[in-house]
């Protein structure tokens, strides 16, 4: 019998913080080979072995992940403010 996979979506949420423009913050140059390493490594420390990963980053507008970017917010802004 033939093995069978799926392809299963999954989302990392994250945000990066900077004074410049989206355009200038995110590289363009990115290789395919540094690709396939990011992917490497988020397969080999998300998952179990075995599973492949394949990504496409985007930028997601702030509103459509609000809730997700106000959590991370708090964690890195908000132990900040506390130690003030």
């Given at each position: 019998?033939?093995?069978?996979?799926?392809?299963?979506?999954f989302?990392l949420?994250?945000?990066?913080?900077?004074?410049?423009?989206?355009?200038?913050?995110?590289?363009?140059?990115?290789?395919?080979?540094?690709?396939?390493?990011?992917?490497?490594?988020?397969?080999?420390?998300?998952?179990?072995?075995?599973?492949?990963?394949?990504?496409?980053?985007?930028?997601?507008?702030?509103d459509?992940?609000?809730?997700?970017?106000?959590?991370?917010?708090?964690?890195?802004?908000?132990?900040?403010?506390?130690?003030?």
């Amino acid at each position: 019998m033939e093995e069978q996979y799926v392809a299963v979506p999954f989302s990392l949420v994250g945000f990066f913080v900077t004074n410049r423009s989206i355009e200038e913050s995110i590289r363009s140059d990115l290789t395919p080979e540094e690709m396939e390493k990011l992917q490497d490594i988020i397969s080999r420390f998300l998952f179990t072995e075995g599973v492949r990963v394949a990504l496409y980053p985007s930028v997601v507008p702030p509103d459509q992940a609000e809730e997700a970017v106000n959590e991370l917010e708090n964690l890195i802004f908000g132990e900040e403010e506390e130690e003030r």
